[in-house]
């Protein structure tokens, strides 16, 4: 069973840091693609980073020049690494990879749990 869980999450003054971590456990063949998505209350769910195979990483524009992204290719780990931040930040944040569990399976998205970042003006 491939399980996805994120940590580091918790309560911020706006203009501090907070670096999440997303680590796997498992049997994963393949990774094309990991990121990380957030959701507030009342609001969809986002995307605010991803990065891809390639390490080409893309960011929402609300966030750009204050997260960075990265990956542990060995660990099959994910990272945020969240500076500057902003009140509006506040939400979950869930990381996903976007791959394969094993040879035969097909490619799809797996999610972690989520955690709470939340940030106090």
């Known amino acids: 069973q491939v399980r996805l869980v994120e940590s580091g999450g918790g309560l911020v003054q706006a203009g501090g840091s907070l670096r999440l971590s997303c680590r796997t456990s498992g049997s994963i063949f393949s990774i094309n693609a990991m990121g990380w998505y957030r959701q507030a209350p009342g609001e969809q769910r986002e995307l605010v980073a991803s990065?891809?195979?390639?390490?080409?990483?893309n960011y929402a524009d609300s966030v750009k020049g204050r997260f960075t992204i990265s990956r542990d290719n060995a660990k099959n780990a994910v990272y945020l690494q969240m500076n500057s931040l902003k009140p509006e930040d506040t939400a979950v944040y869930y990381c996903?990879?976007?791959?394969?569990?094993?040879?035969?399976?097909?490619?799809?998205?797996?999610w972690g749990q989520g955690t709470q970042v939340t940030v106090s003006s």
């Open positions: 990065i891809d195979s390639g390490s080409v990483t």
């Open positions: 996903n990879f976007y791959g394969r569990v094993n040879y035969g399976s097909g490619v799809r998205v797996y």
